[in-house]
């Protein structure tokens, strides 16, 4: 996934090796929560799962600007870099279809519509695809509601993990 222009506020860009940091640090802050609900979280491993699996073939920042980045923090201590409103993965997955991971916004832009206009651009191009999309989002996390609303359902599960699918339409 190159640059790609909405004009909704908000673009995605190819990252780069200079995001992982910032993404690794983004994935701390909004993970947190539901890991230590699940009584998972861990400082180090939190980061490196993000590093070890970093592929910038695949992995887009997601950028705001204008009104869409009202309340965005500034500084890399709050989870995001100077440009970094989020980021997403979406690779090819083992056995066909498409593999959705790393997909986290900034607190602050929670629940104001950025996450629904990402995923909708990235359902419809695979839609376009004809491929299959999964993910797996951690048990009582509140983005398991986001993905039901575009059509992900349950595929599998276990006490820590929900594996969901969306078949294209």
Do not use: K, N
Request: proline content about 5%.
């Amino acid at each position: 996934m190159r640059a790609t222009r909405t004009g909704a506020g908000w673009a995605l860009r190819a990252a780069t090796a200079d995001d992982v940091e910032t993404i690794a640090e983004l994935r701390a802050v909004v993970m947190r929560p539901d890991l230590e609900r699940l009584g998972r979280y861990d400082e180090v491993r939190v980061r490196q799962r993000f590093r070890d699996s970093f592929s910038g073939a695949h992995t887009s920042v997601i950028t705001v600007e204008g009104d869409t980045a009202d309340g965005l923090p500034d500084d890399a201590a709050d989870g995001v870099g100077d440009d970094v409103a989020g980021c997403v993965t979406l690779r090819p997955a083992p056995g066909g279809g498409l593999l959705l991971e790393h997909f986290y916004l900034a607190p602050a832009l929670h629940g104001r519509g950025l996450g629904s206009a990402v995923l909708a651009e990235l359902l419809r191009r695979a839609d376009e695809r004809g491929d299959t999309v999964r993910l797996t989002v951690l048990q009582g996390s509140p983005a398991r509601r986001l993905y039901e609303r575009w059509g992900f359902v349950r595929e599998a599960e276990d006490p820590v993990d929900v594996l969901m699918v969306r078949t294209p339409r």
